[in-house]
């Protein structure tokens, strides 16, 4: 049975946050990526609204409102998502911190990791950007790394496999 009960404090190690910031570029590109996106949910909510005959004006408001969220969203998610995102890989574990409305951090330990893929898409590719995945042995599904500058990545995959392979371990 445990001493601790409800409302104690537990001393020991504070998680610090990840050492790396991602690409500045990715302010650029997550902003792109919402404008695509949020310009097309707008624009279908407005032209279904003007479409379908005798529809109340409160509809329209709505479009309205989801306009404004829409603006929101592309000025302030991005930056929000540069301030918080955060990784680094070191000689025993992979450690990412992202979110823009919620926080999510994982650690993988290096043992842990079964394979290092990277990914740019086209977008990505014009801002010079590409995306590291790190798969491990682990329920929670793989470990993302979005919008390290391409040379970044390149990098942290050379990196990660050299420390994979002379890490002991079966990744299981």
């Known amino acids: 049975m445990s001493d601790v009960g409800v409302g104690a404090v537990v001393e020991g190690p504070v998680l610090r946050v990840p050492a790396h910031r991602v690409s500045p570029r990715a302010i650029g590109f997550w902003t792109v990526s919402a404008l695509l996106g949020d310009a097309v949910l707008v624009a279908g909510a407005l032209v279904a609204w003007l479409v379908v005959p005798g529809a109340p004006a409160w509809v329209g408001l709505l479009v309205l409102l989801l306009a404004v969220a829409a603006v929101a969203h592309v000025v302030l998610m991005p930056r929000i998502r540069f301030r918080v995102h955060r990784w680094e890989v070191t ?4 450690h990412t911190r992202e979110g823009w409305i919620g926080r999510e951090t994982r650690i993988a330990p290096i043992s842990r990791v079964q394979t290092v893929d990277s990914r740019q898409g086209a977008l990505m590719r014009m801002f010079g950007l590409a995306s590291i995945t790190v ?3 682990s329920a929670a599904g793989p470990i993302t790394v979005d919008c ?5 990545a390149a990098h942290v995959v050379a990196q990660l496999t050299a420390i994979t392979a002379a890490t002991e371990g079966d990744a299981t």
């Not at 000689?91 to 992979?94: C, F, L, Q, R």
């Not at 390290?148 to 970044?152: E, H, V």
């Open 135 to 137: 798969t491990t042995a």
């Open 148 to 152: 390290l500058d391409t040379d970044t």
């Open 91 to 94: 000689d025993t574990a992979v």
